[in-house]
């Protein structure tokens, strides 16, 4: 089941000593520091570790804080300081309100003190369309409109801030000044800081606030208080930031702390060639610190998580927990309600389970759950942590973050690198449901098994962990850099953690590895069809059996009867909730036709057709779909939904033609001579027809119907990949020609239609040719959107050429299909053998 990870190039034989990193020119729009899986993944969104908090890669912060102290100094490393805040005016989420509301357009100056709202409804807020313990009021209508007295008792403030949670547009109020004003919506409580007119507006006793807010689509929610934020007790100075560097499967900081320099190793042990240790939820991050000036210092090293790891939103209250065994300090925290497997969608996070940091037992270590401020406070001014926990009662996130804080006392730090490390990880119990059956991770799988356990595996194999890390990263580039060029090798270093944390590996119902990809930031799905398609070149080169188990559940939904359509379902659920298909709209020949190719190129890596035997009578009703709507597709979506229904699409009847052409071989390997003749014939004479209905001159339409337009036929990749030979060689050849006319700074466009794109299928594309010269030129305005885009978030994979700004996306598997030219060399390589 396991494959051992191969090199297309040269053998897996390095010795530590004689590795060095090379020098890194790309910098990544977002660092992945903590990725296990969808919802834990914690990314730095800035240049330097310690210019912002630390996030999800929703965005949400997610925070990790790291703080050195040398000769009774304290420096920040990591995460910017959290700046704590006091209630003025409590929200719903933490204490009912008496507020005046209507849904009928009030008329003018509803804002203003003065105004008689006599007439207006009463009850408590916040307001959404049900009711709830914080959002008490309900809201369905249009507008609402709502005003709020306040009473100030004291008017000495710091930073007077507005929060406030709304969907949608939005305006406010306070004492007739206007205060905030955005056309936007947001799911959590958005701090504002209030303007001096504003605050000079203000007087002790009775406040109004007034708001108007406009559903405009989706959900509807409002609530609102005010907060004062207290000035951090002590000042803290960040250290210098030397370098970042981005391997696979680690992120590498340095930095200058005074008289001593600190690097710090962000390590996720993804290796797809274990997968105990693939889905094991556990990363750790390494200190090594030593002296630069040649004398001895005295170092202590701080670094914590927040409970935020394990909240959706900072309204839910979380319980801290500590425990030990006989080699670690281990420190916990999760959500009081613990509702298993419920919260479901796109831009969300776990709000089960719990968040877990541990340490080694050492007299020099120290570990606390606190506040925050409290364990910060403490430890910069002292380099000591606070001797008790003081969280261990449920508590709102977002009053006062709770922390699992540890520290270490390294002592006098010479030239020698003292070193140390700390594990984090997440347990979520329950990972996925099955069509209404929990299903555990692939480390879980076994009765006996336990978190606790599973950490002191972790701790154990550390060392072993990191070199077989540090080997894999250093061959991945190596083989990269061979098959496209030091931008290619960075690219795939960049794409490598996103794509598989992008997963969930679970043990399915019959014991088999489950890999359920999630929709990130596209609508949320699990295990869709046309984002394995994308992705498949990475696990096709390293494990095909995790192709495989991101292809079974919607075999399964087939072949169980639950799916009845003749077609390939687009996805089984939302994630985490695989219990059928929820996206609104099928893609009948998009998803057949990926899961046709996928299946052969299954067999072409393996030698072998025994994956799709099993599969056979899904995979025939599928190709015979295929043959009926497969040369001129009606008027459907396919992958690049996000452009709009296509009728008569031309990149997509070549991903029909070539699905039909994988029938034919599957069924060759298979010894079926007469199957594979017939469809093998009936692909190659639907190319020749292709060919004429698509010609428009120098290059090939977008659509049939509509000459003068032009599209990426990066289907076309698998024609020379899989040996199927279906098209002629100068389609590709000219297609290529006419790109390289069509380029922008930052990439070439999807199609004719608009200016943005995707990056995958760019390198798709440019893995076409068989000129390095030409794949250097499509792929290299890819590297300058990596490299200078303003979208400093987690890898996007759709994008505006023109400017190189983020169109929607991010943090997704697709960009495992970086690795197709990878994937192309290889076959290139087995094919030349036999």
């Known amino acids: 089941m396991m494959y051992k990870f191969f090199s297309v190039f040269t053998s897996l034989a390095l010795s530590l000593a004689c590795i060095q990193l090379q020098a890194q020119d790309l910098r990544s729009p977002a660092v992945p520091l903590i990725t296990i899986d969808p919802y834990t993944s914690v990314w730095s969104f800035s240049d330097k570790l310690y210019d912002e908090p630390t996030r999800h890669w929703t965005g949400r912060p997610h925070r990790l804080t790291g703080k050195i102290r040398v000769d009774g100094k304290t420096l920040d490393f990591m995460g910017a300081p959290i700046a704590s805040r006091k209630t003025i005016v409590p929200t719903g989420s933490q204490k009912p309100y008496a507020v ?65 949670k709304h969907d949608d547009n939005v305006e406010v109020y306070i004492n007739g000044v206007e205060a905030y004003t955005c056309n936007c919506w947001t799911d959590e409580y958005k701090a504002i800081q209030l303007s001096d007119q504003v605050k000079s507006s203000l007087k002790k006793g009775k406040n109004l606030i007034a708001i108007h807010c406009a559903n405009t689509a989706g959900g509807q929610h409002l609530d609102f208080g005010l907060a004062d934020e207290i000035k951090p007790s002590v000042a803290i100075q960040p250290v210098i930031q030397k370098s970042v560097i981005v391997k696979a499967t680690q992120s590498i900081y340095d930095f200058a702390c005074g008289p001593v320099d600190l690097k710090v190793t962000f ?57 030990s065994n006989e080699t670690l300090h281990i420190l916990s925290a999760g959500t009081q309600s613990q509702k298993m497997l419920q919260t479901k969608g796109d831009n969300v996070r776990i709000d089960w389970g719990y968040v877990y940091v541990a340490a080694g037992k050492s007299p020099q270590t120290t570990t606390v759950i606190t506040e925050a401020p409290k364990a910060h406070a403490a430890f910069t001014q002292t380099g000591i942590l606070p001797k008790t926990d003081d969280a261990l009662t449920a508590r709102e996130v977002g009053s006062q973050p709770t922390v699992l804080a540890i520290s270490y006392n390294l002592g006098k730090v010479s030239t020698t690198p003292a070193s140390t490390h700390v594990l984090v990880g997440y347990d979520d119990i329950q990972s996925v449901e099955f069509f209404k059956t929990p299903l555990k991770a692939w480390w879980r799988r076994n009765s006996g098994t336990s978190f606790e356990k599973m950490l002191v595996s972790a701790e154990k194999e550390y060392k072993q962990l990191i070199q077989e890390c540090t080997s894999f990263d250093q061959q991945l580039y190596k083989d990269a850099l061979q098959s496209g060029g030091e931008e290619y090798a960075q690219l795939c270093e960049l794409g490598y953690r996103q794509a598989i944390a992008a997963h969930k590996l679970v043990a399915g119902p019959d014991g088999i590895p489950f890999f359920f990809s999630k929709e990130n930031f596209s609508n949320g799905s699990i295990g869709t069809v046309d984002v394995t398609y994308p992705s498949a070149p990475l696990f096709l080169l390293y494990n095909p059996t995790l192709l495989k188990g991101m292809m079974d559940p919607i075999f399964y939904y087939t072949e169980s009867g639950k799916w009845t359509k003749p077609f390939a379902a687009h996805d089984v659920g939302t994630y985490p909730q695989a219990n059928g298909q929820t996206y609104g709209e099928d893609m009948p020949v998009e998803e057949s036709g990926n899961m046709l190719i996928l299946a052969t190129a299954i067999a072409e890596v393996e030698g072998n057709a025994d994956y799709a035997k099993k599969h056979w009578k899904a995979l025939t009703t599928w190709a015979e779909y295929l043959k009926k709507a497969g040369l001129d597709p009606e008027n459907q979506l396919c992958t690049d939904d996000f452009a709009g229904h296509l009728a008569h699409n031309a990149n997509l009847s070549i991903k029909a033609i070539l699905g039909i052409a994988g029938y034919g071989k599957l069924a060759a390997m298979q010894g079926d001579a007469s199957t594979a003749t017939t469809y093998n014939a009936l692909a190659k004479d639907m190319a020749q027809k292709w060919t004429q209905m ?50 922008n ?26 000129s390095p010269k030409d794949f250097q030129q499509i792929l290299h305005p890819v590297y300058v959107f990596a490299n ?22 991010r943090a997704r598997s697709v960009v495992g299909g970086y690795y197709i030219k990878l994937l192309d060399d290889y076959l290139k390589k087995k094919q030349s053998k036999n």
């Open 100 to 164: 005046k509301y209507t849904f009928e357009n009030p008329g003018a100056d509803w804002m203003k003190p003065t105004y008689n709202a006599t007439f207006w409804k009463t009850g408590q807020g916040g307001f959404a369309p049900d009711a709830d313990q914080t959002m008490r009021t309900k809201w369905n209508s249009n507008d609402l409109w709502v005003r709020r007295e306040v009473e100030l008792k004291d008017l000495n403030f710091n930073k007077l801030l507005l929060l406030l």
């Open 267 to 323: 390590t996720s042990p993804l290796l797809m060639s274990n997968f105990d240790v693939l889905s094991r939820p556990v990363s750790y991050v390494t200190f090594d610190v030593q002296s630069n000036d040649g004398k001895p210092h005295d170092v202590q090293l701080y670094f914590d998580a927040s409970a935020e790891l394990a909240v959706n939103n900072s309204e839910q209250t979380v319980i801290g927990k500590r425990s």
């Open 694 to 743: 698509a010609q428009d001159g120098d290059h090939y339409s977008l659509t049939f119907d509509k000459k003068g337009t032009w599209s990426q036929k990066y289907n076309l990749v698998w024609d020379k990949m899989l040996g199927l030979n279906i098209f002629s060689p100068e389609i590709a050849k000219k297609e290529i020609s006419y790109y390289l006319t069509k380029q």
């Open 745 to 770: 700074k930052f990439g070439l466009p999807l199609d004719s239609r608009k200016s943005y794109t995707k990056s995958d299928w760019i390198i798709w594309t440019a893995t076409l040719t068989n």
């Open 788 to 809: 200078e885009g303003p979208s400093r978030i987690p890898l996007s994979d759709w994008h505006e050429t023109t400017n190189g700004e983020s169109v929607g996306f």
